[in-house]
């Protein structure tokens, strides 16, 4: 008999790696009966803050497993398959000298909505909230919101899904392998991303903790391995904006539908940290650009640059392309359509967001990645002024590049030749005070 090759024994290995994974409880069991409150971090400001968590049992797990105990690790698997969800149970919130009772949902979800008497002082920008399930014995846990400090100057709102991580999420078995299987050392996140996140969490002074909030598809069921995988790769922790519920069952096997969240959860952004302007970082391979230019457009000065990974190679994605490349240059804002990090970093830098020596452990996070890493060429298209960029868009230039591009990386940055340094408060104050009514 052979021994099997190296690419049997990955694989062989990576399927007991995600067995045991797959197998450990979310959570402590808390309260009588398996009873879990799981919390996810949660954001607000100094008025009000907003947090979402959710109420289970599971069963008591075979303790001390072994990760190649395959039998024990099955049960285990099978117990958080059914978890049985908590709905109607009360939740009562208290942050500071404020208290709220909640309901959960059908699915065992809470969502806490607290205005703020006074914020509980604290050494961090992150702030806890105590949270009681009422029940004898009643279930107590502490959860967790990010409230900007005074020293932040805008705030990051980036996708997770193929932007900071690989996942591959149109397809989910692929997705699970890739998030959950991979070395840690594997090319999992994209080359640069982990680096590029801090510079944009700490700016230019080093200490401005500006808001880092991720959007994501996937299910509430990975929010655990999802905070993993920011540790394992330095990532910037920050609220998690929108899981979702999959609601996947015999009769329904196909996650339910979420239609326009990313939208409005960005416009819920906007309205809550009003004094602030925006970043957004996305992809071209699902729905970003079209829900960006809207973004833009409704909003016309708030938004100092948008990000988006050029991972589609689909000739059909050039024409929503295209539409936020317009709505971002009659906004006067930029875009930066990336084949690397380092692109997004470069001009991060001209513009006032991340300080200029956090260049090197971009780029040295891509050469440690790959070695074979190439920055890519970068070509600029604008004009004199905001119209005569969009004019440029417009006629088909941006086409015309994106399509030689097509076999090879090329970054590509749209604004106009008199955009500004927008890295402040001020900048944004001003293009609104300009904008249109």
Not at 42 to 50: C, R
Not at 284 to 304: C, F, M, N, T, W
Not at 319 to 348: R, Y
Request: proline share 5%; aromatic share 6%.
């Amino acid at each position: 008999m052979t021994d099997a090759g190296p690419s049997t024994t990955r694989w062989r290995r990576g399927a007991v790696r995600l067995l045991a994974l797959a197998a450990r409880p979310v959570r402590k069991s808390q309260g009588r009966g398996g009873t879990v409150i799981e919390a996810y971090r949660g954001y607000g400001t100094s008025e009000e803050i907003f947090l979402i968590g959710r109420v289970f049992r599971q069963s008591h797990p075979d303790r001390q497993v072994s990760p190649n105990a395959i039998r024990a690790n099955l049960r285990n698997i099978v117990r958080r398959i059914r978890r049985r969800k908590v709905t109607g149970a009360s939740v009562t919130a208290r942050f500071g000298r404020a208290e709220v009772s909640v309901v959960t949902d059908r699915d065992g979800y809470f969502r806490v909505h607290l205005r703020a008497h006074s914020v509980p002082s604290s050494n961090s920008a992150w702030h806890p909230v105590s949270l009681t399930l009422d029940g004898e014995p009643p279930v107590n846990v502490l959860g967790q919101v990010y409230i900007p400090p005074a020293t932040c100057r805008f705030v990051v709102i980036s996708d997770i899904d193929d932007t900071i991580m690989h996942t591959g999420v149109a397809n989910k078995l692929k997705m699970l392998w890739r998030l959950f299987v991979a070395d840690a050392d594997s090319r999992v996140a994209f080359p640069g991303a982990a680096a590029l996140c801090q510079a944009f969490h700490v700016g230019v002074t080093g200490a401005e903790a500006n808001p880092m909030l991720y959007v994501s598809r996937a299910p509430w069921g990975i929010y655990d391995m999802l905070g993993e995988f920011f540790q394992q790769h330095e990532i910037p922790v920050g609220p998690v904006l929108f899981l979702r519920e999959w609601g996947l069952s015999w009769r329904h096997p196909l996650p339910r539908k979420a239609e326009d969240h990313k939208h409005q959860l960005i416009s819920h952004m906007l309205s809550l940290y009003r004094d602030l302007p925006f970043v957004l970082i996305g992809d071209s391979g699902q729905h970003d650009p079209e829900v960006y230019a809207k973004i833009v457009s409704d909003h016309p000065g708030r938004v100092l640059a948008v990000y988006v990974r050029n991972v589609s190679r689909d000739a059909g994605r050039i024409g929503e392309i295209e539409h936020l490349a317009a709505s971002i240059a009659t906004a006067g804002s930029s875009l930066v359509l990336a084949a690397d990090s380092m692109a997004i970093a470069k001009h991060a830098v001209r513009l006032g967001l991340i300080a200029p020596d956090r260049l090197g452990a971009v780029l040295g996070e891509q050469s440690a990645v790959d070695d074979n890493q190439m920055v890519g060429e970068t070509r600029r298209l604008g004009g004199s002024t905001t119209a005569a960029t969009s004019q440029k868009v417009e006629s088909g230039e941006l086409a015309s590049v994106l399509e030689d591009a097509a076999d090879r990386p090329l970054n590509v940055i749209i604004e106009a030749a008199d955009r500004g340094r927008p890295g402040t408060k001020d900048y944004v104050r001003d293009k609104q005070d300009k904008s249109p009514t």
